[in-house]
T-cell receptor, first 115, second 109 residues
Framework: GAVVSQHPSWVICKSGTSVKIECRSL??????MFWYRQFPKQSLMLMAT?????????EQGVEKDKFLINHASLTLSTLTVTSAHPEDSSFYIC???????????FGPGTRLTVT | GIQVEQSPPDLILQEGANSTLRCNFS?????LQWFHQNPWGQLINLFY???GTKQNGRLSATTVATERYSLLYISSSQTTDSGVYFC???????????FGAGTRLTVKP
């Protein structure tokens, strides 16, 4: 199957700082990638859709100025959590479909802890 | 938006037992996938099954799209099967997957 990577695997930052998380498709190109957030013992919630060549689209209730998404190339999307607060501590997972409507593959996730 | 309901929420089995996990969805779907989330959080693709039946070793899945449900069967369960199983569907045509709440499976030796 296709491979999606994320970096870093985990990160600890201080409140008020910004953190960037990378999502890469390693063996295919993805014009669209997706960012999810998972709180402990909960399900995955879609945050936003990252579109190559255009602006990201955000789910209702997700602050676009706080969670900056940049689809830098056909294999890379980044999520920047700006002015992080402890309530932003969560597990962030990205996904990408190799082709439209195809099976989706998920990255290994990034565990963010804000102190 | 589309609703995805999984049952049961929790399941405890003795090693060797069989189990059936269910996923109901409220509208037509273009894609349905089953995942196993391992203790480190990685989602393992089990099945891509918008319709029909598939089998992979001790696991099999059936989706009846017209009746809006999917079943995941685990036979001869092993302790390594423990974890959370998620059903996710894509409905909008935009490839965005919506997840159910998951079934937490514990297999005891």
């Amino acid at each position: 199957g296709a491979v999606v990577s994320q970096h870093p695997s985990w990160v600890i930052c201080k409140s008020g700082t910004s953190v960037k998380i990378e999502c890469r498709s390693l063996d295919f190109q993805a014009t669209t990638m997706f960012w999810y957030r998972q709180f402990p013992k909960q399900s995955l919630m879609l945050m936003a859709t990252s579109n190559e060549g255009s602006k990201a689209t955000y789910e209702q209730g997700v602050e676009k100025d706080k969670f900056l998404i940049n689809h830098a190339s056909l294999t890379l999307s980044t999520l920047t959590v700006t002015s992080a607060h402890p309530e932003d501590s969560s597990f962030y997972i990205c996904s990408a479909p190799p082709d439209r409507g195809d099976e989706q593959y998920f990255g290994p996730g990034t565990r963010l802890t804000v102190t | 938006g589309i609703q995805v309901e999984q049952s049961p929420p929790d399941l405890i089995l003795q090693e060797g037992a069989n189990s059936t996990l269910r996923c109901n969805f409220s509208d037509s779907v273009n894609n349905l996938q089953w995942f196993h989330q391992n203790p480190w959080g990685q989602l393992i693709n089990l099945f891509y099954i918008p319709s029909g039946t598939k089998q992979n070793g001790r696991l099999s899945a059936t989706t009846v799209a017209t009746e809006r449900y999917s079943l995941l069967y685990i036979s001869s369960s092993q302790t390594t099967d423990s974890g959370v199983y998620f059903c996710a569907v894509e409905h909008s045509g935009n490839n965005d997957m919506r997840f159910g709440a998951g079934t937490r499976l514990t297999v005891k030796p």
